[in-house]
């Protein structure tokens, strides 16, 4: 037998081999991926709804009492599975009723809810006053349930009857905005499942709450490492309400490995509707004309919800004179970070507490804020720094107070991967080292982060205060210049992380909080000039409360600022866009 | 007298353009300072800006410069480091041999069944603010283990040389035999083992530049990466802010990876490709001249 009689590979004819074999391999998995990714829908597609951009782990609690619960477990969420009294409209500031029909303020102290007479849970029992006074009242019995502030505001919670409930405001400091977005924000959950829980667990945030009853429109499906998933619950009580059920049958929710995982399925129609910080999604329809769009078509594209901040710490040494602080503030280019760091999902900040656009535009003082606030201006900067407080610039580059206090070495520090944060706050250092400071930036990990910023341990942190609540602006006023309550150094604090301290603060705190209309508006004006005088923490930039983006590829009807069916939200009542979606294929 | 390949003329002429480019680029293109903003978020390529602006409005080109410096920075001195401790062990477990080898090999095996990857990763998050030096250093001191056990191989071999009883006949104490007749016999290998140790520097630094773990208020080719992907610069179409670091990091890697194989053909006379090709063209001439021969 010749060697030529044997069959022989050749080296061509190897690698020809393995390529073929590549290929099917990974067409295979392509069609595997298919099966097991949006074909899992098969036909349903039509029928789903795939969101994105709130859970990121596999999950492992759909506890609402756990601030890590799975979407949209967790507090204040969309309302698919739980539902709270009250969904908060952040274009009109309004109350919509859920749970609740209404509430009424009979006297000054005192609020009332009435509750849907027919609202039930999954398993068919009834949704009652009594489930919505076991909830609140666990901030008393397990007080570290997220609403565990309810008893600082209210006095006591009692069901009148089966369908009302009343709540006692404390009679010292009556704060019914506070109130009223705790009751907003948190779902109600049925006692008849809840109270034994409560009963055996300590901890009743760490139940993992693997079959959960709710009282909204969809049930859990399925979940996995891949994505959890909803089926409606047609069976729902809101039907008689609203005159039909949401359009989608199905809601999923795939979860990506990052954002940019999630932005590309989202540019191929595989996810409907998300809320992910997208750079330059403009970009999807004008350069590609994907079917994608945003509230608003041109800049800023998002509906300001909330002022992330640069925290001053106002006990460290330099960064503790007002005026220093100010100096800092007139040197941040704020246009750059809006057209940068927000990728023109900002207009640049202005140095008020109030958002100047929305539902808290009815409190804006343009004139108070042209008066007594800054803007970028790195000779104003300058001048504070020689002028007012003759500080001399060393060979370093860096000024020198004249007790020789240095302006740094001080850093400024988000969590790693917070990419817009990350990214205004190098905007920060730039601008800083040329007006005269020594700032560097720091990125940790989110927890290390966190505890910082709580405890005080920090120099300049970006971090978030209040949004748009039915508390607003009034929240973010507490959370920024208030310092009742607050921890000293070392203990972790809640809000105002900088230590900021002003005598005139807290009665106007305790004022504002009584007041609507034109009065509040005068005191928040005057809480603005403390604000404006003092800088103890810096807004960067505007952005909303959810991002929101739409793909109506399967599904259309979302809304717009040209079509405003619903809010540009998916918490509180941005449920409502859910009954309008319509599939694009009718 | 050894001949250099084409090769190591090749590896060793992008090694220095790329040295070129980051050390004195700076100095030659002045058109922008490190830090100066010149336009917004992924700006096109033009005039003022040849390849564009990254996501906070800075000169890609100016970044790629400085970026470059700062990867060939951390490269070499990591290079360095690993190299020299490296040396140290390998020679001193090769040279004594019995107790010291087996405790200093048993160490370095322990440590090289460790993923340097996550020790890399642990110690840039303690570190928290990390200079280029110290990412150096971190480098350096996690990839040392795999030159230690090569120049322990060759530290042993050379230690039964003739040359060294004449040495110790001659009164050389330990230091001396080690630093004068043992060290210059590896030389050759030891420098391939710097380059590599540089190149694998240069990557690494890349990768933890990536993960968002790189030198902090700097810029390097691995933290404009990071960036150009945390603003999913591939998905928006700004390829000026992803290739070009990716292009001089392929360059300098494969650059240094070519220049490590062909010193190795040029100190191993095994391995030079060219005389042994000459050889077998003269050992067999071609079956048509055989058959030209035999008609």
């Not at chain 1, 005192?110 to 919505?132: E, F, I, R």
């Not at chain 1, 409560?198 to 901890?203: G, M, Y």
């Not at chain 1, 040197?331 to 900040?349: E, F, L, N």
């Not at chain 2, 090289?112 to 350096?140: D, E, F, Q, Y």
Request: aromatic residues 10%; charged residues 15%; contains cysteine.
């Amino acid at each position: 037998m010749t060697d030529e009689s044997v069959p022989r590979t050749s080296r061509r004819r190897f690698l020809t081999g393995v390529a073929l074999a590549g290929a099917g391999a990974g067409f295979g998995g392509t069609l595997l991926t298919g099966c097991t990714g949006t074909g899992a829908t098969g036909g349903k597609r039509a029928q789903t709804l795939f969101v994105a951009g709130f859970q990121w782990a596999p999950p492992t609690s759909f506890n609402p009492l756990n601030p890590n619960g799975c979407w949209p477990t967790a507090e204040d969420n969309m309302q698919l599975l739980y539902e709270s009294l009250f969904g908060f409209n952040l274009l009109d500031g309004k109350l919509e009723p859920h749970l609740a029909t209404g509430i009424a303020a009979p006297d000054a102290h005192t609020l009332t809810v009435s509750m849907q007479p027919k609202a039930a849970w999954h398993d068919g029992k009834p949704v009652t006053a009594d489930d919505v006074v076991f909830t609140f009242s666990l901030a008393r019995t397990h007080p570290e349930v997220p609403f565990a502030s309810f008893f600082q505001f209210a006095k006591s919670i009692t069901a009148t009857d089966a369908h009302t409930v009343t709540i006692a405001l404390d009679p010292a400091h009556p704060n019914p905005a506070m109130v009223k977005s705790l009751l907003a924000a948190n779902y109600v959950l049925p006692q008849h499942v809840w109270a034994p829980i409560a009963a055996k667990n300590k901890q009743i945030s760490q139940v993992p709450n693997m079959t959960p009853v709710g009282s909204g429109p969809y049930k859990l499906d399925k979940h996995s490492a891949a994505q959890v998933s909803y089926t409606r619950h047609d069976g729902y009580w809101g039907k008689a309400v609203r005159g039909k059920l949401p359009a989608p049958k199905y809601v999923v929710h795939p979860i990506f490995k990052d954002n940019a995982a999630g932005d590309l399925a989202f540019e191929r129609g595989e996810v409907d509707v998300m809320q992910q910080f997208t750079p330059q999604i403009w970009k999807m329809w004008q350069d590609k004309h994907e079917p994608i769009g945003t509230w608003y078509d041109t800049a800023p594209y998002q509906v300001p919800g909330s002022i992330p901040m640069l925290v001053c710490n106002t006990t460290r040494k330099g960064l503790s004179d007002p005026r220093v602080r100010r100096a800092l503030a007139y040197a941040i280019d704020y246009g750059r970070i809006a057209k940068t760091a927000m990728s023109q999902y900002s207009d640049p900040a202005k140095s008020s507490l109030i958002l100047p656009r929305g539902v808290e535009q009815q409190y804006f003082d343009a004139q108070n804020v042209a008066q007594h606030g800054w803007s970028y201006d790195p000779a104003k900067s300058r001048s504070i720094l020689e002028n007012e407080l003759h500080a001399r610039k060393g060979s370093d580059g860096v000024y020198r107070l004249p007790d020789g206090t240095r302006l740094g070495p001080w850093t400024a520090q988000t969590p790693t991967g917070w990419s817009d944060w990350q990214t205004a706050l190098q905007v920060v250092a730039e601008n800083a080292k040329a007006a005269g400071f020594d700032v560097a930036t720091k990125f940790p990990q989110a927890a290390q982060t966190t505890t910082a910023v709580q405890n005080g341990d920090f120099d300049l942190a970006c971090w978030y205060v209040a949004g748009v609540s039915p508390a607003s602006p009034w929240q973010r006023f507490r959370d920024v210049l208030d310092d009742r309550a607050v921890p000293k150094l070392g203990v972790s604090a809640f809000y105002n992380y900088g230590r900021f301290s002003n005598p005139h603060v807290p009665a106007l705190i305790d004022r504002a909080a009584t007041l609507t209309g034109a009065a509040a508006k005068a005191v928040y004006g005057q809480l603005d000039q403390i604000f404006m005088a003092n800088a103890p923490m810096i807004p960067l930039m505007y952005r909303p409360v959810d991002f929101y983006e739409f793909n109506h590829g399967t599904w259309t009807g979302f809304p717009t600022s040209r079509n405003p069916s619903g809010p540009p939200q998916f918490r509180g009542a941005g449920i409502d866009w859910l009954y309008d979606l319509k599939p694009a294929t009718s | 007298m050894t001949r250099l390949t084409p090769r190591f003329h090749v590896a060793a002429g992008i090694v220095a353009a790329v040295l070129l480019f980051g050390l004195l680029g700076p100095l030659v293109f002045r058109g922008h300072a490190l830090g100066a903003v010149v336009g917004g978020l992924y700006d096109h390529p033009s005039g003022s800006a040849w390849l564009g602006t990254d996501n906070i409005g800075h000169d890609v080109f100016t970044n790629l410069m400085y970026g470059t410096r700062t990867s060939l920075t951390i490269g070499l001195v990591a290079g360095l480091f690993a190299t020299l401790i490296g040396v140290v062990v390998g020679t001193l477990a090769g040279y004594r041999g019995g107790a010291v080898e087996e405790a200093l090999m048993g160490v370095t095996n322990v440590i090289l069944a460790i993923p340097s990857i996550v020790v890399l990763i642990l110690i840039s998050i303690a570190l928290g603010t990390r200079s280029t030096l110290a990412m150096a250093v971190v480098l350096g001191v996690t990839s040392w283990p795999w030159t230690a056990r090569a120049v322990r191989a060759q530290a042993a071999s050379v230690r039964t040389r003739e040359h060294l009883d004449v040495a110790r006949l001659s009164g050389a104490g330990t230091f001396s035999l080690i630093c004068y007749d043992v060290v210059p016999y590896m030389l050759s290998y030891l420098c391939m083992a710097f380059v590599l140790q540089v190149s694998s520097a240069v990557l690494n630094e890349a990768a933890l530049s990536m993960l968002g773990l790189g030198p902090s208020g700097g810029v390097s080719l691995g933290i404009m990466l990071h960036w150009a992907l945390a603003w999913e610069s591939v998905r928006t179409g700004a390829w000026w802010a992803f290739v070009p670091p990716t292009v001089l990091l392929t360059l300098l890697a494969f650059a240094l990876l070519m220049l490590q194989s062909s010193l190795d053909e040029v100190f191993n006379p095994r391995l030079r490709r060219f005389v042994r090709r000459r050889r077998t063209t003269v050992a067999a001439p071609p079956p048509a001249v055989r058959k030209a021969e035999a008609a």
